[in-house]
């Protein structure tokens, strides 16, 4: 390499300690992370667009620097679904350094990349320390039964009050009011759970009827309104 003349006209000077990186934990163990194939840990990141339309949570589990499963999900931007199924198929057998220099054309999986290349060289995985971390395939879990994203989406005015749309446990039916309409509880169908029973062949009715539940004071409720129509 090319030195600048002032550098050229100075003596050396010997350097003295040289201890290497700090050891991170990686999967139950201390690791002195020099290359990139020294990574390994299942992490999360989260990342949204410019415009902050959209957010995306990035699942990654990497083992020995090279990312072996992806779990995309994003909110927010129709797009982004379509970006999402990309990433899936580009990011497995890359490295990690790799996925962070590539194109995922979601801005907003783009920076859940970011993040969750910075839990990882600082040690900040789930599973830090883990004894031999996660299998492949272990993001899946997270998702539940009928493998669908654990999603909230709620509605409120000062007019109208709140509509509670999506809850963990579900699609919401029913809102249950008391004497002051006020919620005190909800009725919910698992969606996962009735469009599996469908599949492997129950009626839709009862698949329907099956994957129906309530929570908190349903049963007391003076009242029940539709969230998406009343």
């Known amino acids: 390499m090319e030195l600048t003349h002032e550098l050229q006209a100075m003596c050396r000077v010997a350097k003295g300690c040289d201890h290497g990186p700090s050891p991170i934990p990686e999967e139950g163990g201390w690791v002195a992370v020099r290359q990139v194939e020294d990574i390994c840990g299942l992490s999360h990141g989260v990342g949204g667009c410019a415009p902050q339309q959209g957010a995306c949570k990035l699942t990654l589990n990497v083992k020995q620097g090279i990312i072996q499963e992806a779990l995309i999900e994003v909110i927010g931007c129709s797009g982004m679904t379509h970006s999402a199924a990309m990433a899936a198929e580009i990011l497995p057998g890359k490295t990690l350094l790799e996925a962070l220099n590539t194109d995922l054309v979601c801005d907003a999986i783009n920076v859940a990349m970011r993040q969750i290349f910075l839990q990882l060289v600082y040690g900040r995985s789930q599973t830090a320390f883990s004894a031999g971390g996660l299998p492949v395939g272990a993001s899946l879990e997270d998702l539940g039964k009928g493998l669908r994203s654990q999603t909230g989406t709620m509605f409120g005015s000062l007019q109208r009050g709140v509509r509670y749309l999506e809850?963990?446990?579900?699609?919401?039916?029913?809102?249950?009011?008391?004497?002051?309409?006020?919620?005190?509880?909800?009725?919910?169908?698992?969606?996962?759970?009735?469009?599996?029973?469908?599949?492997?062949?129950?009626?839709?009715?009862?698949?329907?009827?099956?994957?129906?539940?309530?929570?908190?004071?349903?049963?007391?409720?003076?009242?029940?309104?539709?969230?998406?129509?009343?």
């Open 167 to 230: 809850m963990a446990e579900g699609y919401i039916l029913k809102l249950g009011l008391d004497e002051r309409d006020e919620v005190i509880g909800y009725q919910f169908v698992h969606i996962g759970r009735m469009m599996e029973a469908i599949r492997k062949g129950t009626p839709p009715g009862e698949a329907l009827e099956k994957s129906t539940g309530t929570y908190g004071r349903f049963d007391e409720a003076v009242r029940t309104i539709d969230p998406r129509k009343e």
